[in-house]
């Protein structure tokens, strides 16, 4: 999580959308490698630890994205964004919980992260359609 927070950073320094938009595809990624693979303990332990990289560079980026929409109020983006993101740890450990309740298996919660990240980040996708045609002249 350390490496990624500083990676996070420095690819943010250079676009915070696209790092959100980073942070996102590698999540699903790495969840998509644990869903087929982690039944390996050295596959596991790859993706727990590339897992615990690639979101916080969805953490760190997505933190200055809001950061920089509130301008007069920074501390607030950021406490918003950390209230999101203990939202989504909330409801992802109770998701996992069902699946895993369900008997669909020790990987199951992996697709289950792997819908939740692909549907966050179409709403974000979203959002920035909403703000590109805002600011587009009419």
């Known amino acids: 999580m350390t490496i990624g927070a500083l990676v996070g950073g420095r690819v943010s320094d250079r676009s915070v959308v696209g790092a959100v938009l980073l ?24 993706g727990i630890f590339a897992l615990g990289v690639v979101t916080q560079i969805l953490a760190i980026s997505f933190q200055a994205r809001l950061m ?45 992260g792997i819908g939740l990240t692909l549907a966050g980040g179409l709403l974000f996708l979203t959002t920035l359609a909403f703000e590109r045609a805002r600011r587009s002249p009419r």
């Open 68 to 112: 920089d929409l509130s301008p007069s109020a920074p501390s607030l983006g950021a406490a918003l964004c950390h209230s999101g993101l203990n939202i989504g740890n909330g409801a992802g450990a109770w998701l996992g919980g069902l699946v895993l309740a369900s008997g669909a298996g020790n990987l199951a919660p992996s697709w289950v």
């Open 23 to 46: 942070g996102f595809a590698l999540t699903a990624l790495v969840l998509l490698w644990l869903g087929l693979t982690a039944s390996r303990a050295w596959s596991a332990v790859i």
